[in-house]
């Protein structure tokens, strides 16, 4: 989104509305980018999403905020989650141990951060008890890897911006399994997505995935119903 002339986003997530509230909004507006009238200022920091605080605090700052949420199938999100905790400490125990309160039992951790995140209906809650629905959009992560133009049409009709990021913005890189941008106005590299994206996941006893999967299944229904979408996460289980 940051290609298109209407928007100036941050590049970096300036955690204002977790970490850095307590330095107050004259700091947040010092390191958002200058915009110019008709312009859209964003950021990202997905760690809001999970913050108990963060939609009051937003709310109270600008209520008629536009949020936007990607979100992707949760037993996947858990593992991605680990894998780059992993790539930083790589003594950390396995996936397997972390996810049970009691391996025997089957009885999942909800409290591992990586697996509580993707209960996504929980925390959503707290969002809207702030916000409409009608503010927040809701992006697959998956689909933005299998059609990001499709994705990226309806966050710029959101936005109510013009659709300029469209199919030719885009090509698929192979080794990553993600879309690169490229400007096309331009003939330089096409930006891909960091080190950090597209790690190889470790490989995690098939039982513990299905545990997860029958864990996060009421939560994942739950979440279709509250936002009116249907991600499609269990069948694209039953596909493999």
Known sequence: IRVHP????LGTE???FDRNYHQGLEWYRNVMPKTLDGQITMEKTPS???TNEAPRRIH?????TKLIVVVRNPVTRAISDYTQTLSKKPEIPTFEVLAFKNRTLGLID???SAIRIGIYALHLENWLQYFPL????FVSGERL??????????????????????EKHFYFNKTKGFPCLKK????SAPRCLGKSKGRTHPKIDPDVIHRLRKFYKPFNVMFYQMTGQDFQWEQEESDK
């Open 145 to 166: 890897i299998t059609d990001p133009a499709g994705e990226m049409a309806k966050v710029q009709d959101f936005l109510g911006l013009k659709r300029i990021v469209t």
């Open 184 to 187: 096309p106005e331009d003939s």
């Open 48 to 50: 809001y999403f999970v």
């Open 110 to 112: 909800a409290s591992w």
């Open 6 to 9: 209407d928007v100036r986003a």
């Open 134 to 137: 009608s503010q927040i959009l």
């Open 14 to 16: 300036p955690h204002f």
């Open 60 to 64: 109270s700052m600008a209520k008629d």
